[in-house]
């Protein structure tokens, strides 16, 4: 095989869903199913309720979007330097990383959670330097233990992502950069750390998912997210199942547009020698 014809086929998308794959028999069944579905819960359940916690609902999405993409950024970029010094590191970086990458996937988050909110905040109360300092107003409010939290877990989880995706950058392509004459930094930014984001998108898609899931912990420590505006509406309203439908509902509209999105920007970057 030549390489203009290696270089044809990278550029054509395989398995591409077409208008026909959506019509066969067991899909329209399907669809025909879930159509009815949603019209028996629309119908035959209440939601007289929903238009008077909308605002509340809105606001709950609000907080839930910022935790997530908040310590997701956070958290990829600590993700970086722990992938990176547990591939080059010196192993006085190197077994830190290492150490707290194992400790941080080895414990349940909401213990974590926990931890930080009922334990590290409960003891600022107890020094008058801290609460006569500018931190106070954010220290004794309960998403900064959240955020941070959701952050160092995600951090953990990705960094074995970005080690594994640094380790697996052909030294070849290395090699010819330093041969070209760039220097590390340039290297690094230009060569290494695409390629290595590259090699993780996939990976990062699904962990980004599951950080989406996993802020509804935050509201064990009473942050305001769309599944405590839920939680008090069941309340309120003595309702089960139709507050959870909407919730799972919600969620799922989330998750589609995160792995779309992701999708897209996969699409976007070229794949020929990855």
Not at 62 to 68: D, E, F, G, I, K
Not at 118 to 127: A, D, E, I, T
Request: glycine content about 8%; charged content about 15%; hydrophobic content about 50%.
């Amino acid at each position: 095989m030549t390489d203009e014809t290696t270089h044809a086929l990278a550029l054509v998308p395989e398995d591409l869903p077409t208008a026909e794959s959506f019509l066969k028999p067991h899909r329209i069944v399907l669809m025909i199913l879930f159509a009815g579905l949603v019209v028996a819960v629309a119908v035959f359940m209440r939601w007289d309720w929903l238009p008077r916690y909308l605002p509340r609902l809105g606001s709950g999405i609000l907080v839930s979007l910022a935790m997530l993409f908040g310590t997701a950024i956070l958290g990829f970029l600590l993700a970086v330097p722990l992938g990176l010094v547990q591939v080059t590191g010196p192993w006085f970086l190197k077994l830190p990383a290492r150490l707290f990458c194992t400790i941080i996937r080895g414990t349940p988050l909401l213990l974590q959670l926990w931890l930080l909110y009922y334990g590290l905040g409960s003891l600022f109360p107890q020094f008058p330097w801290i609460r006569h300092s500018f931190l106070w107003p954010y220290l004794r409010e309960a998403w900064p233990y959240g955020v941070a939290a959701l952050t160092l877990s995600f951090a953990a989880y990705e960094g074995e992502v970005m080690r594994g995706a640094f380790a697996g950058v052909p030294q070849g392509e290395l090699e010819a950069a330093r041969a070209y004459g760039m220097g590390r930094w340039t290297m690094f930014r230009r060569i290494w750390l695409p390629r290595a984001v590259h090699r993780a998108l996939p990976t990062l898609n699904g962990e980004t998912v599951l950080q989406l899931k996993s802020t509804p912990l935050v509201a064990t420590i009473t942050v305001v997210d769309v599944y405590a505006v839920i939680s008090k509406v069941r309340q309120e309203t003595y309702l089960t199942y139709e507050p959870l439908l909407l919730l799972a509902l919600i969620y799922m509209c989330l998750t589609g547009i995160l792995v779309v999105a992701f999708r897209y920007f996969e699409n976007r970057i070229p794949t020929s020698g990855a």
